[in-house]
DNA sequence: CCGTGATGCTAATGCGCATGAGCAGGCCGG
DNA sequence: CCGGCCTGCTCATGCGCATTAGCATCACGG
């Protein structure tokens, strides 16, 4: 289907050009601002030249100013889920109100990448008709990734940026220090006297789980050899923590460090259940913030969501800018996590006398 | 830039063309299946052609694509408001997930203006640098729009589809039935006994608070004269509803419509204080649905606002099909609402012993 | 009056693809 | 044995834009 069947509204270059009584390549120099030696336009002519673009409304092709090599100011934004529904929409919105603020600081627009046929829940990034390089650059949003798109997409030489850590080399990405606030919280829980230590973490390998961990673990032999022991409990993503709760109460933990919300939600019921008190025998840290409010306030890490969509873009922006040349430790961003002080977590049990 | 300095990876038709020993135009034939009289390809030249294009990893560059074929399919959204901030997720969220949804059936990647500056909270739909023209057409969505935008808007020849009734002639919309469900809910108090009715609207000439109004007005007529009497009460927007509770009073109603949820549950409140019982001694229907959950269960209307975003985007596709062509009717969708039953209509305290 | 450099622009090209026109060769009917 | 038709492709072109090379004009110094 040619265009030339359909109405033309889009005005283009070559129809300013000849309003204006210049050359189409003229216009593009004043569209683009361009202002070489090679290439000068006295302010007579381009003055003229944009009050025709003015009024004629002009706005380029960006299809043709792709294939020609140009910038459009836009940029993708690519969800691994459908980013509206309300299952996905707390995770997304946060994330993407930093991205929309920061759009509009800088002058950008966003193009989501909707078409992307979603099979097993998750969207497609390279399916055939992807239009990635419709976009200047891409920001990629999700829990997790996958590890072949993302190198494809390095290779592709279409900028982008992921949010959260990615190992996977040259993946420029803004992340929550993840790793940080854990030990910041493993470091309160020792000092308030807590030695027993035991941490139920996801069956996954994604970077932010194993972080979580790293923290856990370095934080603890950093606080030399004074625990007493520490559990770390693999959670089967299936099943309602049974075993796991059990090997927590065996292990003789005093806190309990549990990754996601939703599990330290079934935790706290298993608590109350078993006719354990929390916090006062037996401390809850969770390691990261639930999708809405939970009916006990959770000491935990809360992600800074709407900066890292910030940050993501602008990292983004930085990258698309030619005038600019990051390092490669500039093109990985680690953002600080806020801590909920929450009310799960306090002094050992045995310990309160002492104290 | 140029793309030239980036690292060249993509392969395009004319090298699967060399490899194969053909032309480009036959691998384009072969990539878009086009088997016409007038260009045929045997099987075996297809099937050769196809194995270097899988071997190759092709992949169809979207903007030399687009730039040949006509349009991006892309469609612009304009939210007159930030969309994802808290303040208005729950508004847009529903219609964008709508939106997304449709767009993910028919193709369509979703452009959001995210470049338009905001000024008094509000985005500017024509700001000088405006890049409406880089998508096919456009979706509105925003409680209230600028009449001079939506005229503009449709003499510029960009087909756009807005989301809410709008008297303004020539555009096209998508709305929700507010008459119809008001006058369900009236037919729905009349039939418990209601006859004295009050209404409290909004101070506003948005065509959604004239359709309450009217299918209050409207219904009540027609089911005769036996009506009581009815106090029609337009609520200052600044107050805390006080003085239109005192004159809902003095009419002696037994049944009130607030247009907005928000008033609703101020209603809620100053008949808590008054000793007021909702709904044995007055009920209360919500002629809307509010962001968050509510203490009590209004009875109230629901907007299908998922579905209203995506019948926005289906109208705005048949718009912009050079194939189909649409009478005037058709480019004004109305959508039926949906009747939360809740718990504040029940039949008027003097009636109750009566039936 | 000529050479030289600066000024103000335009012509030409290509990005990767879709598509209509058309060409070469084979086949068949007459 | 030739004309016409069908088959199987290719050629050429343009989509709208960015970019580079370079042309024409003019000012000015010598």
Same mark, same amino acid.
């Given at each position: 289907m040619r265009r030339q069947d359909a109405p033309r509204v889009r005005i283009t270059q070559r129809q300013v050009a000849e309003l204006a009584g210049v050359s189409q390549s003229t216009v593009s120099l004043v569209v683009n601002g361009k202002a070489d030696a090679r290439s000068r336009i006295p302010r007579a002519t381009r003055e003229r030249v944009l009050r025709v673009l003015r009024e004629a409304e002009y706005v380029a092709d960006p299809a043709a100013r792709r294939l020609a090599g140009g910038m459009n100011r836009l940029v993708g934004v690519f969800t691994y889920e459908p980013a509206f529904p309300a299952a996905s929409r707390d995770f997304y919105a946060a994330l993407l109100t930093g991205i929309e603020h920061q759009a509009e600081q800088l002058g950008y627009d966003l193009l989501m990448f909707t078409s992307a046929p979603v099979t097993h829940g998750r969207r497609q990034l390279f399916h055939p008709a992807n239009r990635l390089r419709l976009a200047d650059g891409c920001l990629l949003l999700g829990l997790e990734m996958d590890d072949a798109d993302l190198e494809r997409l390095a290779t592709s030489g279409l900028p982008f940026v992921a949010v959260g850590r990615r190992e996977t080399p040259g993946v420029p990405y803004v992340a929550a220090d993840y790793a940080g606030a854990t030990a910041e919280l493993v470091g309160q829980a020792w000092d308030l006297g807590h030695r027993r230590f035991?941490? $139920?973490?996801? =069956?996954?390998?994604?970077?932010? *789980?194993? /972080?979580?961990?790293?923290?856990? $673990? /370095? @934080?603890?032999? !950093?606080?030399? !050899?004074?625990?007493?022991?520490?559990?770390? $409990?693999?959670?089967?993503?299936?099943?309602?923590?049974?075993?796991?709760?059990?090997?927590? !109460? !065996?292990?003789?933990?005093?806190?309990?460090? *549990? @990754?996601?919300?939703?599990?330290?939600?079934?935790?706290?019921?298993?608590?109350?259940? =078993?006719?354990?008190?929390?916090? /006062? @025998?037996?401390?809850? *840290?969770?390691?990261?913030d639930p999708a809405r409010a939970t009916p006990v306030e959770l000491t935990r890490i809360v992600p800074p969501r709407t900066r890292l969509g910030a940050e993501a873009l602008s990292l983004l922006g930085q990258i698309l800018d030619p005038q600019v040349h990051l390092s490669t430790d500039e093109l990985r961003v680690t953002l600080p996590c806020a801590i909920a002080p929450g009310a799960t977590l306090a002094g050992p049990a045995d310990e309160r006398p002492a104290t």
């Open positions: 035991a941490m $139920i973490h996801r =069956d996954s390998s994604g970077e932010s *789980v194993q /972080d979580r961990l790293r923290g856990l $673990i /370095d @934080e603890l032999s !950093r606080r030399d !050899r004074g625990a007493l022991g520490t559990a770390v $409990i693999e959670a089967a993503s299936t099943t309602g923590l049974e075993k796991e709760w059990r090997r927590v !109460r !065996r292990a003789g933990a005093s806190v309990v460090f *549990v @990754e996601s919300p939703e599990h330290a939600l079934v935790v706290l019921d298993l608590a109350r259940r =078993d006719g354990v008190c929390v916090p /006062d @025998e037996l401390s809850l *840290v969770t390691l990261g």
